[in-house]
């Protein structure tokens, strides 16, 4: 049954040929070699070559053993084991000429300057693994950040500063409880005073608005304002006062 493929299934198509090529054998030899009939053996490494089938992972195994190579070097990409993982990164580093650099016995991958777009993705990925390793997120939180690379929104930046906001989130809360404890025991056990503290800041309040010396234009639409804001403090105050 014909099976139209993706361009990384293309790609293997690619990888076959330059490894026939390497080899030296033409299409029906490398067909002979990896178990076909003569009569089709050309047409047969033809159609996976150009795409227009794609290898089952038996035939896939026939082929590579005639080439020399590994079956995973002419597969898809695939990370379900170590192999697959190395062949998955030596495609990638082959196909975008990624340099490896050797610091002791550890190898670093350096993606070219120009790749400005994964740079900045891996940048943004290198930000969330400190922040794990910080215990300032969980592994959730770095998994959900991994599938969220190319949405444009920070999320490490943002789960950081969630650790500075939150606590402070608290505090704000915490205090007006306390504050509110605060002022709801002044007025049972300090009724006047309270009151008195109230009107003093009322009373005050102008003077300090006219020693500021800053006065808006008024317009019938300030004035209405006013004295619907007026009306709607002093509904609610006797609300209140109940």
């Known amino acids: 049954m014909k099976n139209y493929i993706n361009r990384e299934e293309n790609e293997i198509g690619k990888t076959i040929k330059r490894c026939r090529e390497y080899n030296g054998y033409s299409l029906k030899e490398l067909g002979v070699l990896s178990g076909f009939g003569a009569e089709n053996a050309h047409s047969r490494i033809y159609q996976y070559e150009s795409g227009r089938y794609v290898a089952s992972p038996e035939i896939t195994e026939r082929i590579a053993d005639a080439l020399g190579v590994s079956k995973y070097a002419i597969s898809p990409l695939n990370i379900s084991d170590e192999k697959g993982v190395l062949f998955t990164l030596l495609k990638i580093i082959r196909k975008y000429n990624i340099n490896i650099r050797k610091t002791g016995r550890i190898c670093i991958l350096e993606f070219p300057e120009d790749m400005s777009y994964l740079n900045g993705c891996m940048n943004y990925y290198y930000k969330a693994q400190e922040l794990k390793k910080c215990g300032k997120i969980s592994d959730e939180d770095l998994d ?68 500021m010396g800053t006065f808006p234009v008024l317009t019938v639409i300030n004035v209405g304002t006013g004295i619907v804001a007026l009306a709607l403090g002093i509904f609610v105050a006797m609300k209140l006062g109940e």
């Open 144 to 211: 959900f950040i991994a599938q969220s690379v190319n949405t444009g929104i920070d999320m490490p930046a943002m789960l950081n500063e969630f650790g500075v906001l939150f606590p402070f989130g608290i505090g704000v809360i915490v205090g007006v409880l306390v504050i509110a404890k605060i002022i709801e025991y002044i007025f049972e056990k300090f009724p006047l005073y309270a009151y008195w503290a109230i009107i003093g800041l009322i009373v005050a309040s102008p003077i300090a608005i006219i020693a």
